[in-house]
């Protein structure tokens, strides 16, 4: 059995547009899609999926996840497709995203053929206006690519399959709590099960889109991402005990960032890669921050 999964909170017609675009679907192989909704009054999420199972002739699972935070909702998703339904393959994807028919098939291939633990599709961003100069070869938007096959990480689960034989043999394997409203715990996650011999592939025929609106093409969104980021990092080599090592490469870091800001005020990249190495520093003492309580889309 082969689940889609939709973490979501407060983005119906996001949330819409994806499920359609699932059931344009190019694959011989049955599957079906669970929306996992962190949105326990209103549930917008839930009356999304049952106008639509209806419509689109597709059936849809729902579940509502009262505990705030992202790392619950992905904690729900698995207990539900590997425990509870004893599904084999876990495919997820966020709710602002929306993928191509050949997105299944492209991820279900490369498992098969690494016999991957976890495959990652390739992300292409969608603006929705016309971007600014400073989002070209931004990494914030454009995410790396690979030919598919093996790989050494992955770092997010914005799309990505996760097979049910790793978590047989790892028995509670779950996301942390402590990253559900900071961001970073999927980065987490997947490090702790690359740390217990995970295999990762990736899939670059899986294709999906990540939209990107206003609120989400500003120098004020990639200064807040690109922080976050580093912050996020910094947590994580907290508990893998090479935070200082991190410190020192990011202290440097930072400096020859701050000169080539000064030097080149006009390169925007400077700045984003300069405050990415401050959220690194910061990262073992100050507040983390609460980035999942703002929405960006809808």
Do not use: C
Not at 37 to 50: F, I, L, Q, S, T
Not at 273 to 284: E, F, I, N, S, T
Request: proline letters at 3%; hydrophobic letters at 40%; aromatic letters at 14%.
């Amino acid at each position: 059995m082969i689940y889609v999964a939709i973490p979501t909170y407060k983005r119906p017609k996001s949330l819409s547009r994806l499920i359609k675009s699932l059931g344009r679907m190019s694959t011989a192989r049955e599957y079906r899609i669970l929306v996992a909704d962190n949105d326990a009054e209103m549930r917008e999420g839930v009356g999304v999926a049952k106008s639509l199972s209806a419509s689109e002739e597709k059936a849809i699972d729902t579940i509502v996840v009262e505990a705030r935070g992202i790392s619950a909702v992905r904690n729900a998703i698995l207990e539900y497709v590997f425990r509870d339904k004893e599904a084999e393959i876990l495919l997820m994807i966020d709710d602002d995203e929306y993928v191509d028919p050949g997105w299944i098939d492209g991820m279900l291939t490369v498992q098969t053929e690494t016999a991957a633990d976890a495959v990652a599709g390739l992300v292409l961003p969608h603006f929705e206006t016309t971007p600014p100069d400073f989002a070209k070869d931004n990494e914030l938007y454009w995410r790396t690519k690979h030919d598919s096959g093996i790989v050494r990480d992955i770092y997010s689960t914005t799309s990505l399959l996760l097979a049910r034989k790793f978590f047989r043999e790892h028995k509670g394997f779950r996301f942390l709590d402590e990253f559900g409203m900071t961001g970073g715990g999927d980065f987490e996650f997947l490090n702790r099960m690359k740390g217990k011999g995970a295999v990762f592939a990736f899939a670059s025929s899986a294709i999906s889109y990540e939209v990107f609106g206003e609120s989400r093409l500003t120098k004020d969104w990639n200064i807040e991402r690109s922080y976050r980021i580093g912050f996020a990092e910094a947590r994580i080599a907290v508990k893998n005990r090479s935070y200082y090592r991190l410190f020192l490469k990011s202290f440097l870091a930072y400096f020859y960032y701050r000169t080539k800001v000064f030097l080149y005020p006009s390169e925007f990249q400077y700045e984003r890669k300069m405050v990415k190495q401050l959220g690194r520093m910061k990262g073992r003492w100050a507040q983390a921050p609460e980035v999942y309580k703002k929405i960006h889309g809808g």
